[in-house]
Structures are given as C-alpha cells and as structure tokens.
C-alpha cells in the first residue's frame, strides 16, 4: 500500500520548528482514569495519535462520552453511562494495542467485570501481561481464559493488598494506580515504576480524589477511597518524542526547536546529548537542539527504567552514534530485543555488532539469556538510501532519522506504525525542511 510507503531524499539537515504535545506514555492512560470518576473530566495537551484514537474508541464502546473540548487538544470524557461492550467489538477496535489491559481495574470497579482480548504490541522484547493479572488477581479479581482472551470478574470486589513487582514495570504500576484508588483499604506498591508519567497519572488521580504518597524507594501506598470525581489537568509534554527530534537533528547536522518540550524530565537525555557533542538551549517555550560542527564523540550508554537513561531514547540515538568518531558501546537493559532494528543500519553503511555479554557498567538480567542486548557502534560511517521495513515504534522513527541522515533516497515502509506515537510526523518533516514524498 502506497499509503503505508515514504521516500526520503536524504542529505538535507533538519531546519526548523516542530510542536512536541502530551506524552503518549500518559495521556491514554489518563483517558481511561476518566472511567473511575462520577463526573465528567477534562484532558487537555492531547496529541493526534493511533493510541488515543484505539482508547477513544474503546472508551465510547463502554459508553463514555468523548467529545472535543473548548480549545485544540482537549477532550471531554463523561463515564456518566459506562455499560458493556460487545466482546467482538472490542477485539476488532483494540487492534494490535496492549492498552486494552488498563481498562481491567476500572471496569471491574464500575461494572464488575471485564473483557480483555489478545494484546499486541511492539515486538521489541517480552513485556509479560502476567504481572497485570497477577497484579489483579491479588486485588480479588476471578480470571478466566477463553480461545478469544481473558474474562474478569471481582465477585468479592477488590480489595487492597501488598504487591511487588519483580521489575520496576511502568504497565504494571499504572495497572495497580487504576484499580486501587477505589479498592477497599490500602496497597502498598514496592518496587514501582517512577517514570514523569506515573507522577503525571498520580497527579491525575490525586485531582479525582485518589490518596496516593511516593517514597524514594520505589513504594508507592495507595488509601482506597469510596468515589472519584472528573479531573481536569493538562498533559505533560512528551519527552520521548522530543529527544527523537534532537537525535534527528544531530545525525543530519541540523537545528530543530522542540516547542513544549520541558527540561526537567530530560535531564538524563540533556546530559548524554551534550557528552555526545550536540547543543542545545532551554527557554520557557521549549528546547532547541542542534548540531554545532565538528565531529560527534563515541560514549558508553546504557539504559535503565527512571531515573536512568530511557530505552526509548536509546534507538534514535544510535543512528547519531553511527556518525561518531570511535567506539560507542551501548547496553540496552530493558527490552532485550530492542537492538534488532542495527541489522538495517548495517545494511546502509552502519558498522554496528551485536554481543550477547552486558557491555556496561553493572550485569543485567538478560546477561545469562542469550539475547543480543549490547552493541558496539564504529564510527564515523557514511550511510546509504535503502529499502526499510519499520519493525516498531520507536525503531521506525529511528529508520526515518538513518534515511534523513544517508545519502540518496530510502523507501521506508509501515509508517503507519509511527503514528501510534508521534504525532502529524510527515508533516511535521516537511516543516523542518526534509525532502520526502508519498510514492
């Protein structure tokens, strides 16, 4: 489908302005803390992205009203009706997302049970929906599995208990936030993601009635409160897709400011770019990136969950590390398949090997699993056009920056994998001065 096909002319830097809106990492997840309420609420800051659009849907199959607010980007959700939906309706609208599974608390809570169809995905490595249901079942949810996908019931209603995750999991502590806020008594959290976006989503709840506190050790304790209101809180701006715009203007030796981008949640990333060798500068409207001349210098990276490097930072910045002058070693520690999307960088010039041993500073828990997770990027290497199959998300923004970056033209195809995440992404390149173009 020519539709799901982009050329780009690459050899042009990145010139210009782009918007960076609400973090996809939170708003979805805030559009379903709209059920739990007894009022309407009210999101603002809300990107055009495949995410919201499959939560919106989903919602209005449960009998939310959604509508658009008084200003560009705001939604008004009213759970005033939530009913059920039908099981066929909701397999074929949730698609490949794995949101679906946040939808488990709030509508055992509202409704008293819950369907979840087979989940989807990116295909970076195992993101296991077992801590969700373990998670559920230890608030008393009944689960039941069937050829279609997953029945819950909470015959009992759910109740608060103790819970630790084996891995700090940003899915499973937004699963434990949504369904204790309204389950009787109190759950203590250990070993909880603290992501900027679960303090966004607490910040959420916290408006809707919800007692939550967060210690320094990754414990989160949740008192069950007997209703929630309706909210009204603007999104946090979306980090991630601001630092793939700053690897984008790095690799192509350009200069791209990223209004609503924030400083405070980029912190790890600002410094990493900076040891890398690109500039940029705060304001009160957002961040410019860019790339000052000269060459680029090699780095040892390694990602880890918040505060630490971000995985989904790491892609698009080996395609800047390509261009560096040595040795970068890179050791991805969250998703061990996240490196796979290197087999494409090689094969437009890249000089990037995979090693199954963690290359960084600490062992990790995919050390003795066989996974390739550490690489060793050489550099500098010039890149080449070529024909590119985007393998997901973030991996496919990070083959449009290598095709921006090479000499010649690259035919990308399944770009329709990046609008899940970022938002209006063509026409924000034609902003920025890329030369691209439907087939």
Known sequence: ????????????????????????????????????GNT????????????????????????????????????VLDPSRVESANVADIDAHAGSSRIPILFCGPLLHRLGHAFIPGLGGCDIGGRPVDFHFDVLRQFGAVIEKRADGQYLEAPRGLRGCRITLPYPSVGSTEQVLLTAVLAEGVTELSNAAVEPEIEDLICV??????????????????????????????????RLEAASWASAALATKGSVYARGASQREMMTFLNVFRKVGGAFEVDDEGIRFWHPGGPL???ALETDVHPGFQTDWQQPLVVALTQASGLSIVHETVYESRLGFTE?????????????????????????????????????????????????????FSYLIAALAAQGTSRVHGIELINRGYENFVRKLDDLGAKVERP
């Open 344 to 396: 494409a960088l090689n094969a437009m010039g890249a000089r990037i090997q995979l090693y199954r041993e963690c290359l960084g500073g600490t062992p990790c828990r995919f050390g003795q699993r066989n996974f390739q997770h550490s690489a060793v990027v050489s550099g500098p290497t010039p890149l080449q056009g070529a024909d590119l199959v985007i393998p997901d998300l973030r991996g496919g």
């Open 1 to 36: 489908m020519t539709d799901d096909v982009l050329l780009v002319h690459g050899g042009t830097p990145l010139q210009g302005e782009i918007r960076i809106r609400g973090a996809k990492n939170l708003v979805p997840k805030a559009m379903v803390a709209a059920l739990l």
């Open 297 to 299: 210098n090699a780095i």
């Open 205 to 238: 709840l916290q408006k809707m009635g919800a007692i939550i506190s967060m210690d320094t050790d990754r414990r989160i304790r949740i008192t069950g409160v007997d209703s929630l209101t309706g909210y009204t809180h603007r999104a946090l701006p979306d």
């Open 40 to 75: 309407p609420s009210r999101l603002q800051n809300v990107p055009e992205i495949r995410d919201v659009r499959v939560v919106r849907g989903l919602l209005q199959l449960h009998g939310v009203t959604v509508r658009g607010g008084e200003e560009e980007g705001e939604l």
